[in-house]
């Protein structure tokens, strides 16, 4: 029958048979059965083994055929390994104890990568959870044989869920691009469940971290990571010193509430933007503003001096530029930006350890903004574990399952 052998066929069955295709209430009903010329194999180990009993029938949901509902149905024997004892057979649709078949789950999961997760569950009429199921089943097949043997450089940095009340660590592969762990807060017991992960023999090979100045995370790496180099991010210290301008200017459009309220009104983008960004009506703006003896202005040059510094190949020369920006930002009288530069000097050394592994969490900006579109593809439900499923799903670069045929 055509029917059987295209079953047959696209689950890729070499030890297994279709029995029958019957017809029950609107579901097709795929009756699977040993093929009697081969010996069974150990689930646990994959050698050949003689059978030992078999157990009650078990029902797979499968990828429905023009829109008509398909479980598969079979009775799972026991084989008797001389090394494993009695175990259970290898099914190769079957993936542990899910209710979903393997191609059902990649299908899924594939859909669940494009679209929201309940969008998937209306499509193939499904609920919700069974479509987190399906993912499930992919990204933990994904983290059991994902490559970790290579990482060199990661860099870590955090996000937050429900509207910043929740954070989560996430660890990712500068070079690879990828996320290789999410963990609920951002404490140090965080990132330590992330390296305990890890073992030992694959932290020894990184070579350089790149974080924010966080001290949680900083004590951790120094103790787990002794030989890698710390490099504080680029971008996370560009807006220490952006967040360092705009205190200025709001502490100086204050002063100025009684005299000149309009003065530095709508003013904000101008002094944080790069020059080269601003509108025609912003230079104007700002060439008329720096003709007046403003702190925002001293504030302002002092953020495009610090420009320079990461433009240096030698880390000497970087630091001998910084000691200069120092004594100018120390004496600028301006608070906000003699503390960014006390901060500067208290990490000096593992802010110039840039200049000797040049990367920066840029790459991670980008993922975590992925995440955040991804988070919402994902809700239905709003808990810490489906969150992370979703990450890894979507930011893993997870390996898939193998089939012998795609269905899609
Ligand atoms: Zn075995």
């Known amino acids: 029958m055509l029917i059987e052998s295209i079953i047959r066929k696209t689950l890729g069955l070499k030890r297994h048979c279709v029995k029958n295709v019957k017809e029950e209430d609107g579901h097709l009903i795929v009756s699977l059965t040993p093929d009697k010329r081969f010996r069974l194999i150990c689930s646990q180990c994959g050698s050949k083994c003689p059978g030992y009993d078999t157990l009650t029938e078990r029902r797979w949901k499968h990828v429905p055929l023009w829109g008509i509902p398909v479980m598969l149905a079979y009775s799972p024997r026991r084989v008797n390994c001389a090394k494993c004892g009695a175990r259970v057979e290898a099914i190769p649709w079957s993936q ?4 979903l078949s393997l191609p059902l789950s990649f299908v899924l999961a594939t859909w669940a990568k494009i679209v929201a997760w309940q969008v998937v569950a209306q499509l193939f009429d499904l609920h919700w959870n069974t479509v987190r199921k399906a993912v499930k089943d992919v990204v933990d097949f994904g983290l059991e044989n994902r490559e970790l043997d290579d990482l060199l450089y990661i860099g870590i ?15 990712y592969d500068l070079v690879e691009k990828r996320l290789l762990w999410s963990g609920e807060d951002r404490t140090s017991d965080t990132l330590k469940a992330f390296f305990d992960e890890l073992d030992v023999k694959r932290c020894d090979q990184i070579q350089a971290v790149c974080c924010d100045m966080w001290a949680p995370y900083m004590e951790v790496i120094r103790e787990r990571l002794p030989n890698a180099l710390l490099v504080f991010d680029k971008f996370h210290i560009v807006r220490h010193l952006m967040d360092a301008v705009d205190q200025v200017r709001k502490d100086e459009a204050r002063e100025l509430k009684a005299q000149d309220p309009d003065l530095l009104k709508k003013t904000r983008y101008i002094w944080l933007k790069n020059p080269w ?25 002092l953020k495009e001096a610090f420009r320079q510094f990461w433009t240096y190949t030698y880390p000497a020369w970087a630091k001998k530029y910084l000691d200069q920006w120092f004594w100018w930002a120390t004496h600028s009288r301006l608070k906000p930006l003699r503390d960014f530069a006390w901060l500067i000097r208290r990490h000096q050394d593992d802010i110039l350890n840039y200049f000797k592994v040049r990367i920066d969490n840029g790459a991670v900006e980008a993922l975590n903004n992925k995440a955040k579109a991804i988070s919402h593809r994902a809700f239905g439900y709003r808990t810490s574990e489906t969150f992370k499923l979703a990450l890894y799903h979507g930011l893993g670069k997870l390996p898939m399952p193998q089939l012998t045929h795609k269905f899609l």
């Open 277 to 301: 960004n601003l509108s025609d009506n912003q230079r104007l703006r700002l060439s008329e503003l720096e003709k007046l003896n403003l702190k925002i202005n001293r504030a302002y040059l």
């Open 157 to 171: 940095d955090e996000i937050s869920r429900k509207k910043g009340h929740v954070y989560h660590t996430q660890v």
């Open 96 to 99: 542990g104890k899910s209710p």
